[in-house]
T-cell receptor, first 112, second 114 residues
Framework: DQQVKQNSPSLSVQEGRISILNCDYTNSMFDYFLWYKKYPAEGPTFLISISSIKDKNEDGRFTVFLNKSAKHLSLHIVPSQPGDSAVYFC???????????FGTGTRLQVFP | EAQVTQNPRYLITVTGKKLTVTCSQNMNHEYMSWYRQDPGLGLRQIYYSMNVEVTDKGDVPEGYKVSRKEKRNFPLILESPSPNQTSLYFCASSRPGLMNTEAFFGQGTRLTVV
């Protein structure tokens, strides 16, 4: 039972263009969402988060959008850079637990 | 520097030989957890600990043990490793609370059980 799903295992984008990574969830109790980035041979690192009381959160080139009615969130990277090439995991948690539920990850490749 | 340190980074072992992967954090975090990462399955939680002497099962606890005798350390124990435990393991720590669920991860331990 995958509560957090990332249906695209990989994405390839040209440098300078927008990268859009998608994530769907099934548990309506989730109210906090995060994105992590993972480079090879390293642990995941926190990128950006959003609370369910918001529908958008922006941090530099990174913006996360939340559509609660559709149980969908997305990460936009504009403009994409080769250093953004990594695996991106979305994660969700609920008010009654600190447990993070992770998606399966999307491998982003940004080519010149 | 705030960090989560795992050891070893790489380990090859044989079926049935007990092993321990250590995890230590220097951020005074109450919450620590272990994950395994497998292709197509993402990060799955093995065990977690809300504080010293408080541990609980995650989603895939079978074949693993943990202990939390000190706040900074959270070792993962495989009493009798099997090949299906070949995986990439991550330890993480965070402060409890909804707005503080940003977890800090170690660099990972790649375990191969033959």
């Amino acid at each position: 039972d995958q509560q957090v799903k990332q249906n695209s295992p990989s994405l390839s984008v040209q440098e300078g263009r927008i990268s859009i990574l998608n994530c769907d969830y099934t548990n309506s109790m989730f109210d906090y969402f995060l994105w992590y980035k993972k480079y090879p041979a390293e642990g995941p690192t926190f990128l950006i988060s959003i609370s369910s009381i918001k529908d958008k959160n922006e941090d530099g080139r990174f913006t996360v959008f939340l559509n609660k009615s559709a149980k969908h969130l997305s990460l936009h990277i504009v403009p994409s850079q080769p250093g953004d090439s990594a695996v991106y995991f979305c994660a969700a948690s609920s008010r009654d637990t600190d447990k993070l539920i992770f998606g399966t990850g999307t491998r982003l490749q940004v080519f010149p | 520097e705030a960090q989560v340190t795992q050891n070893p980074r790489y380990l090859i072992t044989v079926t049935g030989k007990k092993l321990t992967v250590t995890c230590s954090q220097n951020m005074n975090h109450e919450y620590m957890s272990w994950y395994r990462q497998d292709p197509g399955l993402g990060l799955r939680q093995i065990y977690y600990s809300m504080n010293v002497e408080v541990t609980d099962k995650g989603d895939v606890p079978e074949g693993y043990k943990v202990s939390r005798k000190e706040k900074r350390n959270f070792p993962l124990i495989l009493e009798s490793p099997s090949p299906n435990q070949t995986s990439l393991y991550f330890c993480a720590s965070s402060r409890p609370g909804l707005m503080n669920t940003e977890a800090f991860f170690g660099q990972g331990t790649r375990l191969t059980v033959v």
